[in-house]
Structures are given as C-alpha cells and as structure tokens.
C-alpha cells in the first residue's frame, strides 16, 4: 500500500534559524500523487500549509517551501527562518484514490519547537 | 470560510458503553472523514463517506460505525467503547476536482478517553 515516512518526534530549532523536515513517500497506486503538508498549532484542527500535485514544482506558505522530487520520491518541507508562532506539529500527506475512494495518507507528525 | 464543526470537543466514556461523535461541515463538500490520531501512529482513516447514506471503510474500521444522514452531517459510533480507543478523533470534508482535489478541512478534534 501507500506510505509516508517523516523526520520523527521533535524537532528543536532556535528562533531565526533554518529548518528542514524531511518527507518521503511510496506508492503503488498513482505514479503521481498530489502531496501536502498539513500543520497543527495547540488547540486547532489541521489546516492545510501547502500543496503540490505537479512532480518538479514547488510550493509555498508563509515562508515555507516544499518541492515536488519524483525521482527520490521525497518532499522536504523547509523554512529559512524559524519564528517562535512556527511551534506546530507538522504533517506530510499523499493523496490517493480516484473516483469514489479519494483519501489522504498521513505521515507520523513531527513536532517542531521553536526557542526563543 | 469554510467550517468543519465537531462534537463534543472532549469526553469521557466507560469501556462498553455507547459513543457517537457527531461532525457538521458548512463547506458544501461531498467528501467526509474521520481519522483517528494516536501518539506513534499519526492520523489514520476510519471511515469516510462521498454521498448521503452511503459510507465507505477506511484503513481500520474494526469497532466504528459510521453514519451519513445529510451532505452536512456525518457521525462515528462507538457501539461497545473499549479503552484501545482512547485518541483524538478528527473529521474533515473535502471537495471535489479542480484545486480542491485532496484538500481536506478539518475540525478542531475530540479528545476521547475510555476508562
């Protein structure tokens, strides 16, 4: 079935400094699964951070980026400069399915912490 | 914007009893979903719905119901709580085709503890 793998537990970065949260997936259903990363502050439900469907594009959010890399399957979320509101747990998600059976497959989570 | 309201937010339920979390979605969505979130597992598909009165199994439906009277409304039923379903519990919709395609709103989460 399909998978996604990411940087586990936490994550501590100091404030102003750059971050890289690793994602990879598998997949045997779609050659080209749309990708996301979903993030979770305290106290809130998902929200949806950014989202690719086409392989070799990037996308963007509020200072983060994640590009779209078919061939080592991977689709690394990263920031130049942590801000202490980034503390979140973040996931990576594929989607999968057509037709009637459309779901999201969701990594672990990774909980990022910010130090001031 | 688009809503995805859940509840209760939290509760507590006694092993064997009956649970039913209740989910409403002002989004228009077809699609609706409930994952469960446990620590070391991540988020993981229950069951899901893209019609009225029809429901689908996600990736461990074993000991849930789910229910989908209205697009609006979708419900999980816990018939005989046991304490392995103590987790948060998440429900989302989703649209269909075009950008939309994929993109799950969630609610907040209901915090379930079986004792």
């Known amino acids: 079935g399909d998978s996604v793998t990411q940087t586990e537990g936490q994550v501590t970065v100091s404030e102003s400094k750059s971050l890289i949260i690793n994602c990879t997936y598998s997949t045997t259903s779609i050659a080209y699964p749309n990708l996301f990363w979903y993030v979770r502050y305290p106290g809130e439900g998902l929200q949806l951070l950014l989202k690719v469907i086409t392989a070799g594009q990037k996308g963007s959010s509020r200072g983060f980026e994640a590009t779209y890399n078919k061939e080592t399957t991977s689709f690394h979320l990263q920031k130049a400069s942590v801000q202490e509101s980034d503390s979140a747990v973040y996931y990576c998600a594929l989607g999968e399915g057509t037709g009637n059976t459309r779901k999201l497959i969701f990594g672990l989570g990774t909980t990022l912490q910010v130090q001031p | 914007e688009a809503a995805v309201t859940q509840s209760p937010r939290s509760k507590v339920a006694v092993t064997g009893g009956k649970v039913t979390l209740s989910c409403h979605q002002t989004?228009?969505?077809?699609?609706m979903y409930w994952y469960r979130q446990d620590t070391g597992h991540g988020l993981r598909l229950i069951h899901y719905s893209y019609v009225a009165d029809s429901t689908e199994k996600g990736d461990i439906p074993d000991g849930y119901k789910a229910s989908r009277p209205s697009q609006e409304n979708f419900s999980l039923i816990l018939e005989l709580a046991s304490l392995s379903q103590t987790a948060v519990y998440f429900c989302?919709?989703?649209?269909?085709?075009?950008?939309?395609?994929?993109?799950?709103?969630f609610g907040a989460g209901t915090r379930l503890s079986v004792l």
């Open positions: 989004n228009n969505h077809d699609y």
């Open positions: 989302a919709s989703s649209g269909l085709g075009g950008r939309l395609q994929n993109t799950l709103y």
